[in-house]
């Protein structure tokens, strides 16, 4: 009985004294004005990879749309070339 | 009744000081997270801007690709010795026959069959493109081809029995519209020849007219009385 009574108390003050040293700041923290700039550079850093992305995106759609032109382009060269044989030009 | 309150008061500030080290950044891990971040951002700059680079290449490109297309386009033209105007003038030529073709399409056979004169304008107006220099043109020439099978396809559509008859040359025996509109082939039945000539008046009369002019004596005095051997007759049904 008195190991458990002796056993408790010292539980009880060691936590106690932990979460007052958490909750009181022992070691440095960032003030509320730096803590703001860091959540712009997060938000600023987003905003950067979201316009990257579309950028990527619109880069992909123009590849595909000179693959077809020239594509296209080889179709009339053939078809000239084609035109010149028969009217023996 | 104390032991309970302390385990509790222990638990308590056990699950505050977790709760409290979880929500507070030490500064430290503020400078980290800061770096990390405006480290993101300065990548994603230089990416973008390499982005936007071959972006504005892969616009100057699509824009020279056009004009070479535009350049091979009238060198196709200068061989043909045409211009644009004729391409659009035979396109539009093209779709007015297609709508032509689907219009009768939607005929029933015996219909259609009445039609033949109409199916005859098609195939001649049809005729008359793959004469133009613009039919070399791939894409006129495909279209063509696309029109003459929708033109066999309305044909397959007409009754079972001929709708044209050639006159013939027979020895021994002159072909006539009586005789004509006798076959079983064709009606079976030799007073139904006004039929046959009705649907083909112009021809018969253009024919004996000639005669007439080239005859001093004319022994036919009726043009429903003479046709001549090679005369192309629509036999109406």
């Known amino acids: ?89 | 009744m104390m032991k309970r309150t302390g385990i509790c008061l222990m638990l308590l500030a056990i699950s505050l000081s977790v709760f409290a080290a979880k929500t507070e950044m030490t500064y430290e891990e503020y400078e980290l997270a800061l770096a990390g971040a405006q480290e993101r951002e300065k990548s994603a700059k230089q990416q973008i801007a390499q982005e936007q680079a071959k972006i504005e290449s892969l616009k100057q490109r699509l824009l020279e690709i056009d004009r070479l297309i535009a350049q091979v386009i009238q060198e196709k033209y200068d061989i043909l010795g045409m211009t644009e105007q004729d391409v659009i003038a035979a396109e539009n030529e093209i779709a007015s026959i297609r709508q032509e073709i689907e219009l009768l399409m939607g005929l029933s056979p015996d219909e259609l069959a009445k039609r033949m004169s109409d199916i005859k304008k098609i195939e001649a107006r049809i005729a008359a493109l793959k004469r133009t220099p613009v039919s070399y043109l791939w894409r006129i020439r495909d279209q063509i081809r696309d029109l003459e099978q929708m033109v066999e396809r309305l044909k397959s559509m007409l009754p079972d029995k001929p709708m044209g008859y050639t006159v013939r040359e027979i020895p021994g025996r002159r072909d006539c519209l009586w005789r004509i509109s006798e076959y079983d082939f064709i009606y079976g039945d030799p007073t139904q020849w006004p039929r046959i000539y009705s649907a083909n008046k112009s021809i018969i009369d253009k024919g004996f007219n000639r005669y007439v002019q080239r005859s001093a004596e004319p022994k036919y005095s009726r043009p429903e009385d003479l046709i001549f051997p090679g005369q192309e007759l629509d036999i109406p049904r």
């Not at chain 1, 539980?11 to 007052?20: D, E, P």
């Open chain 1, 1 to 89: 009985m008195m190991r458990v009574s002796h056993f408790s108390r010292f539980m009880m003050a060691a936590c106690f004294a932990a979460a007052m040293c958490t909750m009181s700041g022992c070691t440095k923290k960032p003030s509320e004005e730096e803590m703001a700039k860091l959540e712009e550079a997060k938000s600023a850093a987003e905003s950067a990879e979201r316009k990257l992305a579309e950028l990527r995106r619109e880069r992909m759609e123009l590849e595909a749309q000179v693959q077809a032109k020239e594509a296209e382009l080889g179709s009339h060269e053939a078809e000239r070339d084609e035109l010149k044989q028969k009217m023996g030009r």
